[in-house]
């Protein structure tokens, strides 16, 4: 059955590593999680087609939300991006935390467009990869 976009969240850690506390990044708007595979070809002389093995696997996560100075979750995301540091990340889904992961604030932008909303623009790449809860 289809989903509600609205139904699934990036948390971010408000706590510490040993204690992490997840909370949802507030006023958002949209949220992409994005993974791939890079290809190895492997084809060779011997036949047309093309032949590819699986190689290096990576995650990457996009937030769009409105900008709120005061929210925890944001402050967090600014202060690893400032301060070069790694962040722990969660997906929710329908209030439930599915996913948990490392991430790179690779980029964080803050738009105050005149007679506009105040926005927030975030890219992380995940270091690693997601971890199911639970698992």
């Given at each position: 059955?289809?989903?509600?976009?609205t139904?699934?969240?990036?948390l971010?850690?408000t706590?510490?590593?040993?204690?992490?506390?997840?909370?949802?990044?507030?006023s958002?708007?949209?949220?992409?999680?994005?993974?791939?595979?890079?290809?190895?070809?492997?084809?060779s002389?011997?036949s047309?087609?093309?032949?590819?093995?699986?190689?290096?696997?990576?995650?990457?996560?996009?937030?769009?939300a409105?900008?709120v100075?005061?929210?925890?979750?944001?402050?967090?995301?600014q202060?690893?991006?400032r301060?070069?540091?790694?962040?722990?990340?969660?997906?929710e889904?329908e209030?439930?935390?599915?996913?948990?992961?490392?991430?790179?604030i690779?980029?964080?932008?803050?738009?105050?467009?005149?007679?506009?909303?105040?926005?927030?623009?975030?890219?992380?790449?995940?270091?690693?990869?997601?971890?199911?809860?639970g698992?």
């Amino acid at each position: 059955m289809a989903m509600n976009g609205t139904d699934v969240l990036l948390l971010v850690n408000t706590g510490t590593a040993a204690v992490p506390v997840y909370e949802a990044v507030g006023s958002q708007r949209d949220v992409n999680f994005d993974e791939a595979t890079e290809e190895i070809d492997v084809s060779s002389k011997d036949s047309r087609a093309k032949r590819v093995l699986p190689g290096r696997y990576s995650a990457n996560l996009s937030l769009d939300a409105l900008y709120v100075p005061t929210d925890d979750a944001y402050l967090a995301l600014q202060s690893a991006m400032r301060d070069g540091d790694l962040i722990l990340v969660a997906r929710e889904e329908e209030e439930t935390t599915t996913e948990t992961a490392t991430a790179l604030i690779t980029s964080l932008s803050e738009s105050f467009p005149d007679q506009g909303e105040a926005t927030i623009s975030i890219s992380l790449t995940i270091d690693g990869e997601w971890t199911e809860v639970g698992s």
